[in-house]
């Protein structure tokens, strides 16, 4: 399916001095009304990644794993969570989603950890509804940390997934799908969800036919009740970037997809790209990709939606009025998000100076790459010009790198952490 920026692409290339070959700017202001005064609020969070907290103890190997990843505040995942847990309970939406990757391998004591923490969510009166990602389910990795060493802990199983979070979504179920954990939950009579799992051990990553004829049975009853559906899957129904193909699209997205637009769906939320970003096609039909909680500027999604336009726009987790509000002491939790950020864009320079080697420039190239980068997965490209000469200079040095910098620019100018549109 043909994907169409939401707002036409810069065609110009900024030339700039030599500091870092980018400049940034200020975002500017869009005078969206936000929340709406009426109508129905769902908070979406993704690639959340817990870990509980006896599985790790901050040692040489752990420390290790998370600096050389993607960027991810593993190191203080039990806070961040607890934050976020508080602030959704505060600002209280009308349902709470989260699409899948909950856990950081699968591990069962993270699960189990991370229901207990949702189930306060509930007990505030808010539903949350989960799914699971791929790092969920039958994972050989789930492991736990100690020193300079790792040892393997039980994963979760399908059912024993559903066991743990049955009070978070499938008990309460409008329908259950027999062949995935896939299910249909009503908000209101006038909302449903439909929350999509394609991680089934039989064809991970694809849907099933049964599964495909389960939601257009979903579908159809949906619109004899006269009611409007959001779709959640954690894999992405549209290519959102021109490398994030395979293990990200999923499989035949486009049957889904047909399914979507069939029935008039309001949109499509997912995740699993740990990015933030938007992609509508000529229908009409949307997918918003909420970047993950664990990723600065760990942001969750807002979706309101009115009889007359839905509204979409991130909110951060505010983890340094929690520290604070916990009386701790900890500079790096009174200061998270410039924590979060420079861990981020230091995680990024390493990678981008281990593809570069040693050599003249290389610094500047590589903290060029971070901010772009670093733009890029929060979803604010209007922030960040990118440079012909970074493009040139990383083509003669790193080819790779030089083609996904290329992809991300093709988003310059482009702030996908808010967005109004009419529902589909």
Same mark, same amino acid.
């Given at each position: 399916?043909?994907?169409?920026r939401i707002i036409?692409? $810069?065609?110009?290339?900024?030339? /700039?001095a030599a500091l870092?070959?980018?400049l940034?700017r200020?975002?500017p202001e869009?005078? /969206?009304?936000?929340p709406p005064?009426?109508?129905?609020t769902?908070?979406?969070?993704t690639?959340?990644h817990?870990?509980?907290?006896? #599985?790790y103890?901050?040692?040489?190997l752990?420390?290790q ?6 960027g991810?505040?593993?190191k203080?995942i @039990? ?15 009308d &349902?709470l989603?989260?699409s ?5 391998n699968?591990?069962r004591?993270?699960h189990i950890m991370?229901a207990?923490?949702?189930?306060r969510?509930?007990?505030a009166g808010?539903?949350v509804?989960?799914?699971p990602g ?5 994972s050989a990795k789930a492991?736990?940390?100690a020193?300079?060493?790792?040892? *393997?802990v039980d ?7 559903? @066991? ?6 499938f008990r @309460?179920? $409008? ?5 995935? #954990?896939s299910y249909?939950a009503?908000?209101s009579p006038?909302l449903?969800?439909?929350?999509v799992?394609v991680?089934t051990?039989a064809?991970p ?5 049964s599964t495909l004829?389960?939601?257009?049975d979903?579908l ?8 409007k559906v ?12 021109s490398l994030f193909r395979g293990g990200f699209?999923?499989g035949?997205?486009r049957?889904?997809?047909a399914l979507?637009?069939?029935? *008039?769906?309001?949109?499509n939320l ?5 990015i933030?970003h938007?992609s509508q096609i000529e229908?009409?039909l949307?997918?918003? &990709?909420t970047?993950? $909680?664990?990723?600065?500027?760990n942001?969750?999604g $807002?979706?309101c939606?009115? @009889?007359?336009?839905a ?6 987790v505010?983890?340094d009025l929690? &520290?604070?509000?916990?009386g701790?002491?900890?500079p790096?939790?009174?200061h998270?998000r410039?924590y979060a950020e420079?861990f981020f864009r230091d995680?990024?320079?390493r990678?981008a ?11 500047a190239l590589?903290r060029?790459y ?5 733009a890029y997965?929060?979803?604010r490209m209007?922030t960040v010009d ?7 200079r990383w083509?003669?040095r790193d080819?790779f790198t030089?083609?996904y910098?290329?992809?991300m620019?093709t988003d310059?100018?482009?702030n ?9």
């Amino acid at each position: 399916m043909k994907k169409y920026r939401i707002i036409p692409a $810069l065609l110009a290339v900024v030339l /700039v001095a030599a500091l870092g070959f980018f400049l940034l700017r200020e975002a500017p202001e869009t005078g /969206v009304p936000f929340p709406p005064e009426e109508g129905i609020t769902l908070a979406l969070a993704t690639d959340l990644h817990y870990l509980a907290p006896q #599985l790790y103890d901050n040692g040489a190997l752990y420390t290790q794993m998370i600096e050389n990843a993607d960027g991810k505040t593993m190191k203080y995942i @039990e806070e961040l969570t607890e934050a976020f847990v508080c602030q959704i309970i505060e600002s209280a939406p009308d &349902a709470l989603i989260l699409s899948g990757d909950l856990s950081f391998n699968g591990e069962r004591d993270s699960h189990i950890m991370l229901a207990e923490k949702l189930r306060r969510v509930e007990a505030a009166g808010i539903p949350v509804l989960v799914i699971p990602g791929n790092h969920d389910l039958d994972s050989a990795k789930a492991s736990g940390f100690a020193g300079d060493s790792y040892y *393997g802990v039980d994963s979760v199983n399908k059912r024993e997934f559903e @066991e743990i979070y049955a009070d978070l979504g499938f008990r @309460e179920a $409008l329908s259950r799908d027999g062949d995935s #954990l896939s299910y249909m939950a009503q908000i209101s009579p006038e909302l449903r969800v439909l929350m999509v799992d394609v991680n089934t051990q039989a064809e991970p990553g694809f849907l099933d036919e049964s599964t495909l004829n389960w939601i257009d049975d979903q579908l159809r009853l949906a619109a004899e009740a006269g009611a409007k559906v959001v779709a959640v899957s954690h894999q992405n129904l549209f290519q959102h970037n021109s490398l994030f193909r395979g293990g990200f699209v999923i499989g035949n997205g486009r049957l889904l997809g047909a399914l979507f637009e069939k029935y *008039g769906v309001i949109c499509n939320l997912s995740g699993h790209m740990h990015i933030q970003h938007i992609s509508q096609i000529e229908s009409g039909l949307t997918e918003i &990709a909420t970047s993950s $909680l664990a990723v600065t500027p760990n942001q969750y999604g $807002l979706l309101c939606l009115s @009889e007359s336009q839905a509204c979409y726009r991130t909110e951060a987790v505010n983890v340094d009025l929690w &520290a604070a509000s916990q009386g701790l002491d900890n500079p790096e939790l009174l200061h998270f998000r410039e924590y979060a950020e420079a861990f981020f864009r230091d995680s990024s320079t390493r990678k981008a100076l281990t593809r570069l080697g040693e050599g003249r420039g290389a610094d500047a190239l590589a903290r060029a790459y971070s901010e772009i980068n670093l733009a890029y997965f929060a979803g604010r490209m209007d922030t960040v010009d990118c440079s012909a000469q970074v493009l040139l200079r990383w083509n003669y040095r790193d080819k790779f790198t030089c083609e996904y910098i290329r992809s991300m620019c093709t988003d310059q100018g482009q702030n996908f952490t808010e967005y109004v549109f009419e529902p589909f």
